[in-house]
């Protein structure tokens, strides 16, 4: 085994950049550039997997600066071996801004080099400091900057990389990954906080406090705030269904409720939200979603 990797040049400390890069971020298959494949055959008479194709949210070949392809070859489990000049593959189309899928293929290129550091949670802070994120020395605008990132990257990418959030939860990732604690977070979730933070314009002045998310004693929300939440929640559930109908999909109550970011809040405060329990009431006797109850046939695609 020594030997072999040896000849074949593998590097163990390479291979714990690409675990890593690996945990938890699954990337369900295989992915290849064609202008690659084409020069490997021409040079070596077959094709490989490149690494730097298979890290999870990367769809850019930064040697070619083409989009990456799809193909049918589970990423994982047991499978057939095959070359990437005998898979089928497919377009795949990124939620992502052309500049921000480049700037991720670049950073996750540089975590390959076993040379390359991790980015620390004080060079992280640094820049959030820089880009004012952070109110005095200590405290974090954790709404403010979980909805910052969320709009960067969208909800599509953050739920395609397993990095997704919401937006009023407690303690959202990107405000862990500033904080010093013993927290255990996937490296990804650094990699695109550092992304996000060297991308974004600073802040024309710091935040106010009520971006804390820090509550005040007494009642959590008051009336009115509900109902501007549901009007919201009630907007975003509507668009979002609309989208379900016209690619014929459907859902969970669950999902389509994360994805308005009004999940755990109807969770636990369903009575303070009547119209929006009317709307999943409606929701779960259609055909758009997931469990398929009474009232209407079976529909499939």
């Not at 095959?82 to 290129?109: D, V």
């Not at 979980?146 to 909800?155: L, N």
Request: with cysteine; charged share 25%.
């Amino acid at each position: 085994m020594a030997l072999e990797r040896k000849l074949l040049g593998i590097d163990p400390m390479e291979e714990s950049c690409f675990g890593a890069l690996q945990t938890k971020a699954v990337v369900p298959f295989l992915r290849l550039c064609r202008q690659c494949v084409r020069e490997d055959v021409e040079r070596h008479g077959e094709s490989y997997w490149h690494r730097s194709h298979l890290l999870p949210g990367v769809h850019l070949c930064l040697k070619h600066r083409a989009s990456l392809l799809e193909t049918n070859v589970p990423a994982k489990g047991f499978f057939k071996m095959i070359l990437p000049q005998e898979a089928k593959s497919r377009k795949y189309r990124s939620s992502l801004r052309p500049a921000t899928t480049m700037q991720i293929a670049q950073a996750s290129l540089e975590i390959l080099d076993p040379q390359h550091t991790w980015p620390r949670t004080a060079d992280l802070r640094k820049l959030a400091l820089e880009k004012n994120y952070i109110i005095g020395v200590y405290e974090i605008p954790a709404l403010k900057l979980a909805a910052d990132v969320m709009k960067f990257y969208g909800s599509p990418f953050l739920d395609e990389v397993r990095c997704s959030y919401e937006v009023h939860k407690k303690s959202p990732w990107p405000t862990l990954v500033l904080r010093a604690s013993s927290v255990d977070l996937a490296p990804l979730k650094y990699l695109l906080m550092g992304v996000y933070l060297r991308s974004c314009r600073s802040l024309d002045s710091a935040p106010t406090r009520e971006a804390l998310g820090h509550q005040r004693p007494g009642p959590r929300t008051e009336r009115a705030e509900y109902q501007e939440l549901e009007r919201q929640a009630m907007r975003a559930v509507q668009a979002h269904l609309k989208a379900l109908i016209k690619a014929q999909q459907r859902t969970t109550v669950q999902a389509l409720l994360r994805a308005a970011g009004i999940w755990e809040r109807f969770r636990h405060n369903r009575d303070e939200f009547p119209m929006l329990a009317e709307l999943v009431l409606q929701f779960r006797a259609s055909d758009q979603s997931e469990r398929q109850l009474g009232k209407r046939s079976r529909w499939r695609k």
